[in-house]
């Protein structure tokens, strides 16, 4: 049995008093959902706030949104995994959209960090997902399995407890649009199908896959109750923390 795994990415929001009053009230929220594993993944520079309002108050676990490859010189502007384990980070994205569209990163700089990740003994939620006009095209899979492939190559399945996929369609994140839970769960089983053959199938059944892009409390339900569908990458709504509450509380049921 997989455990539901919830995470929320702040992004580039929130000022650090903010912040800190969010990870306290998400804190507080997940005191009452044994069971259910719960992330929040701050900006850079609330890691270490976030982590002192939530120190000793419940299990919810710290997250980074990016990370770089080398263990340290001189790459100005840029953060380590030693870096990150040293303020007690548990989780770290890498290949979210947003770095991949936006910033250019590309496949074989993310399976570097995702190896420097593994090595740091840290999680690796590893982000995978189309653009609008690949699925209108029908490239999703074909997409999905390239930069799973990709990301994921030299990976060692006795590794495989260290990682996290995080299925998120481009067209979803910040539109208000999202996946239907059979579009969902289509792919989420795809991409189960394919750690099958890249590692094993009693590795890729212990393997969980979120889905993210514009998850709310509304929808979270139907999203969460599919059979390969084992959590949320959730963004703005996690900034609420009455919508976030509501999604913790689906992973619960």
């Known amino acids: 049995m997989r455990t539901p795994f919830i995470a929320g990415n702040w992004k580039m929001n929130l000022t650090k008093g903010e912040a800190k009053a969010l990870a306290a009230a998400v804190a507080e929220k997940a005191k009452d959902l044994p069971g259910v594993e719960i992330g929040i993944i701050p900006a850079f520079v609330h890691i270490a706030c976030a982590a002192c309002a939530i120190k000793g108050k419940s299990s919810v676990g710290i997250g980074a949104q990016d990370v770089y490859f ?118 989420h089983a795809f991409v189960r199908d394919e750690l099958v053959k890249i590692f094993d199938a009693p590795t890729a059944a212990g393997i969980r ?25 959730v963004g703005g709504a996690s900034l609420k923390i009455d919508e976030f509450a509501g999604i913790l509380a689906a992973a619960k049921k």
């Open 209 to 233: 896959i979120q889905y993210g892009g514009s998850v709310k409390a509304s929808n979270a339900v139907e999203l969460l109750s599919q059979p390969d569908v084992d959590g949320a990458l």
């Open 70 to 187: 080398e263990k340290n010189g001189a790459f100005t502007g840029e953060v380590s995994a030693a870096m990150l384990t040293d303020l007690g980070v548990k989780y770290v994205l890498v290949g979210h959209s947003e770095r991949r569209h936006v910033i250019g990163e590309t496949d074989a700089l993310l399976n570097k960090k995702l190896h420097a990740v593994i090595a740091a003994g840290l999680t690796v939620i590893l982000c995978i997902g189309e653009k609008i006009e690949q699925r209108k095209a029908n490239q999703t899979f074909n997409v999905c399995k390239t930069q799973l492939i990709e990301g994921l190559k030299g990976l060692d399945k006795s590794k495989a407890g260290q990682l996290v996929i995080a299925y998120e369609p481009v067209w979803a994140i910040g539109t208000g649009l999202n996946a239907t839970k059979e579009q969902a769960q289509e792919v």
